[in-house]
């Protein structure tokens, strides 16, 4: 959902009615008070007005209680989502300060709540680190709720504020005594404020999800390791508690469940070195892609930064090192790439930083040039003394090196080969690709359609300007099982590399040193400017097979094209289900709640066509119901938990039988829904 951060057309009419559009003058600036900014222009604090904002509110108030932890003060954590959708944190903290602020006059409790930039992150040595750098938590949760119960336990009392929409509804009041500290925080999100839009653009009303937010916490558990936190959902009978005394080296193990390790335990090492601390945990598997997510005093850093650079720089150069001195490699042998070495590599980078600095748009990559350094030191020296320590499993993992970079040489050679029959055919795009007249791929969108018959109709109701179609037959390769090498080979998947413009750039800035120009597993150097197209459709017909080549699909792009993915170029389009027809009147459902609402209106003389597949609508119903810009209904995919999306593929799309039909007896609602 887009947020609504400009005026719209009738604001800015009436505005210019007003005079504002020609008399700027200082009577023309609004001053927003208190909390009325937050209310407001919400996504600007919390980026969204949809699902992804409402769970943000929780993740606030639970990152306060895990700054308490941080702090050494805190080591439970209980979320509820309570029966009429609100949500309640309660930790074992030292609880929020309930003395007056000399600042605002008020308690520490009430300025928390009410002011923004108010808390004990930003001075006077509270915390050390935290995870919540902004100080707007709790008074923006505050804001965007219709109403918000907050309760401290301190100094043997008990203390209770209420707030309505961020305004207090009297003082801070003493209800009882206790001999316990922590805080406890209720709130009811706003539904003024926190909406969705159906397939009918029609407004809905929007819950908090359980699935949601236990990935979100099973991961900050894994990160603070000694942290129980539990969550209980009231409607409905599901509950966790998630604690993990291994921490990280935990969350590698979890993540690495369905895989085959080449070493058991993971590598673990934490180290402090001039108020920083880094952790580590990795480990090497029988896999061809790497999993490697980096955080930040818990935030996690999804486009890394100075911390990753510092940690991929010191696994190169060690893994080479100890290959050579080892007589794995010869003198005469080229270095290991950082793709050679980080092959089948699951790792967790977690630093603690005191003053971390972010850049980029959305501050998910560090800066801070001091920490590149004391991380790549730090790995250097532990990772050296394991690889001495532990010779057999070394050597495991210097072949896993070899073999990657025996597979990369190949895959090259098969590139080149491409390359070559390519230029004797004199084309370097596919055969049966439709392509559209206009070449400015911010305009253009590629339909990958599953099958020609399916095919030929996009052809014919397309518009050829701006959307080309590219028929795919059968089912793609499934590149989580196969060599990379193996892309190059299969005909479907050349076909999408050439047809999409996917290639990479030669250097590797992450401890690769230069690199091999191959579309590899988790290839972050995807060069995105020669994209032929800013929006790739998935369509594929409404079935269990069109499910199938669905997920094959996007496996590939989460695998070999994830920045296409985190852009947000990827899509799937939504064909209807049913054609619903009665005299002159035709209808479209897309599902069966529409169907049945249809049905109620038009009566039981209406027909009823089911669309068995893509291949059974005419051009011009395909056009109408799916491919026009106007009418048709499109999913963005996104990744909003990598590390919880490389877990599900892996147990989809792997090898190992018993996880997986474990996953899908559990997620039976999901499963069929995979490409949300």
Known sequence: ???????????????????????YTAATIDVLEGLEAVRKRPGMYIGSTGPRGLHHLVYEIVDNSVDEALA??????????????????????????????AKTGKSGVETVFTVLHAGGKFGGGVYKVSGGLHGVGASVVN????????EVSRDNKVYKQEYKRGNAVGG?????????????????????IFHDVNEEAERVHIVVEHDTLATRLREMSFLNKGLRITLTDKRSDKSGTYYYEGGIASYVEYLNDTRTALHKPPIYFEIARDEVVVECALQWTDMYSESIYTFVNNINTHDGGTHLTGFRNALTRVINDYARKSGSIKESDSNFTGED?????????????????????????????????????????SLSDWLELNPKQSKEIIGKAIQARSAREAAHKAKVLVRRQSALENSSLPGKL???????????????????????????????QFQAILPLRGKILNVERVQPTRIYENAEVQAMIQGLGLSVKEDDENGGGKGSGLLRPNAENLDLAKLRYHKVIIMTDADVDGS???????????????????QGYVYIAQPPLYKVEKGKRIEYCYNEHKLEAVMAELGDKAVIQRFKGLGEMMPEQLWETTMNPETRTLKKVTIEDASEADHVFDLLMGEAVGPRREFIERNAHLVGNLDV
């Open 1 to 23: 959902m887009v947020e609504e951060k400009y005026m719209t057309a009738a604001e800015t009419t009436e505005n210019k009615s007003k005079g504002k559009g020609s008399d």
């Open 72 to 101: 050494g003060f805190c080591k439970n954590i209980e979320v509820t989502i309570n029966e009429d959708n609100s949500v309640t944190v309660i930790d074992d903290g030292r609880g929020i300060p309930v003395d007056k602020v």
């Open 143 to 150: 804001a965007l709720s219709v109403r918000l119960v907050v």
């Open 172 to 192: 801070l009041e003493v209800i009882g005594s206790t001999d316990k500290t922590g805080t406890k925080v209720t709130f009811w999100p706003d539904d003024e």
């Open 341 to 381: 070495v980080r092959e089948g590599l699951t790792a967790i980078v977690s630093v603690k930083v005191p003053e971390p600095q972010f850049e980029g748009q959305t501050k998910e990559r560090l800066g801070n040039r001091e920490v590149q350094g004391i991380t790549q030191s730090i790995t250097t020296e």
């Open 434 to 464: 439709a392509d559209c007249s206009d070449r400015d791929p911010a305009k253009c969108e590629i339909y990958l359609v599953e099958g020609d018959s399916a095919g030929g109709s996009a052809k014919q109701g397309r518009n050829r």
């Open 548 to 566: 199938h080549i669905r997920t094959l699909l996007l496996t590939f792009f989460f695998r070999y094209a994830k920045p296409m993915v985190e």
